[in-house]
């Protein structure tokens, strides 16, 4: 038994020992009339009541969704049916005794968007509250989080087994913007929580928000006491993360369609992702775009990453002559230019069948690292490694231009 559990079990305990009819009334809806929190309603299921919040918004048209569903290989008309999933659970590590308290919905309906969140008002409800999230799921043609596929999904996964309920949820794909948002966004970032997401990208503020690390004591405190207006900032929150879900998904369409007015590590960041995609004739003009821009002043603080990138591509394009350019001036240039000169012996060797040019790259690049600060075992011991290769290719007998030591 995990320590979490042991901990919710108690907590439960102590609110059944104090009041002889808990919220909810066994189950039934008894007893939380007067503690229901503001504009909530207790719907029936074929499990008992849940207590939901119903929203409707206005002017949220769907969209293109052309060059998501393009990039990411999903159907246009299963993207255009989005399900946007957030939780708020009862802790923040997860495991068998975490409980999502809170499961925020929102799809899109009409030329507006449908808001919903269910609400546990009484831990026997979760049996309804994962069926009526079930029913929602059931229409999704993708479902969209962020950083669900690693929380959100698992754990409503985890508590499905745990209530011995019906396991054939249906399992829509799932778009989990955390994965696109650090390929795309995380080189001119800190870090890609949502929040900073917002700030950066979305230019969303919030005022006044719950920090996460609080919002399971926040519910406990209502199961306690039962006063409605400490889970209003939880019911703010957790509206707040879907619905910048929604207006995420629209940015990265908009990023995906064109780069024309990113900020240049914005571009960089795209380019990752069209390359890790396979999308390399894009990717490539966006690299070599990215690599102009650098040599003539343009706000690049990776050109050396642009280049290596660039180059690459270029290389197995077939395009080596342009590859051998970019790499030699990374190798002039740059104040680490091991990787560079590493790609530029494995293009002299192969491509340009140019031995002597290969080793002459391999040990100077040798040579400056045994000067570096600090220096990196994987360069040197691939370096080594591909000077003796060279070394029995040219019938060198192995051995070396000059001692290294260091």
């Known amino acids: ?26 189950g039934q809806g008894g007893g939380t009339a007067g503690r229901l929190p503001a504009n909530c309603a207790e719907e029936l299921t074929p499990f008992g009541p849940v207590l939901v919040r119903r929203e409707w918004l206005a002017d949220q048209g769907e969209g293109d969704v052309g060059a998501l569903a393009t990039c ?18 009862t802790g ?14 929102a799809w899109r309906d009409g030329d507006g968007l449908r808001l919903v969140q269910y609400f546990l008002g009484d831990f026997n409800q979760e049996s309804a509250l994962l069926w009526a999230v079930g029913q929602c799921i059931r229409d999704a043609g993708v479902l969209v989080s962020y950083n669900g596929r690693s929380f959100d999904w698992p754990l409503l996964q985890t508590r499905l087994v745990m209530q011995r309920a019906d396991p054939a949820w249906p399992s829509p794909p799932h ?9 795309i966004f995380k080189p001119r970032l800190p870090d890609c929580a949502l929040q900073t997401i917002e700030q950066a990208v979305l230019d969303l503020h919030r005022a006044d928000d719950l920090p996460g690390t609080m919002i399971p004591g926040r519910y406990f405190a209502w199961l306690r006491n039962g006063d409605p207006s400490v889970l209003d900032s939880v019911f703010v929150h957790n509206r707040q993360d879907v619905l910048s879900m929604v207006v995420l998904l629209a940015r990265f369409e908009t990023v995906l369609r064109s780069s024309d007015d990113l900020d240049p590590l914005d571009r960089f960041g795209r380019a990752r992702f069209l390359e890790a ?9 966006e690299y ?10 343009g706000r690049l603080m990776a050109r050396g990453a642009v280049g290596l990138r ?13 590859a051998r350019t970019v790499l030699e001036e990374c190798w002039q240039t740059q104040s680490y230019p091991y990787p560079a000169a590493i790609e530029l012996a494995k293009l002299l060797e192969h491509q340009a069948r140019d031995l002597n040019a290969a080793r002459r790259i391999v040990s100077d690049a040798l040579g400056l690292l045994g000067f570096a600060a600090v220096p990196n075992p994987q360069w040197r011991a ?3 490694r591909r000077l003796g290769r060279l070394d029995r290719r040219l019938g060198l007998g192995g051995g070396r231009a000059f001692a290294l030591t260091g």
């Open 382 to 384: 691939d370096l080594e």
């Open 1 to 26: 038994m995990t320590a979490d559990l042991i901990a919710l079990r108690a907590r439960i305990a102590a609110i059944a020992a104090r009041s002889p009819s808990p919220a909810g009334g066994g």
């Open 288 to 297: 070599r775009w990215l690599w102009s821009e650098a040599r003539h002043g």
């Open 277 to 285: 995609r396979g999308f390399e004739r894009e990717a490539i003009r």
């Open 310 to 322: 660039l180059a690459r591509l270029l290389r197995r394009d077939g395009r080596w002559g342009e």
């Open 92 to 105: 923040l590590s997860g495991g068998t005794g975490t409980v999502a308290f809170m499961v925020g919905l």
């Open 175 to 183: 778009l989990d913007l955390l994965t696109l948002a650090r390929r």
């Open 72 to 89: 990411l290989g999903l159907a246009p008309d299963e993207l255009r049916r989005p399900l946007f999933l957030d939780t708020e659970t």
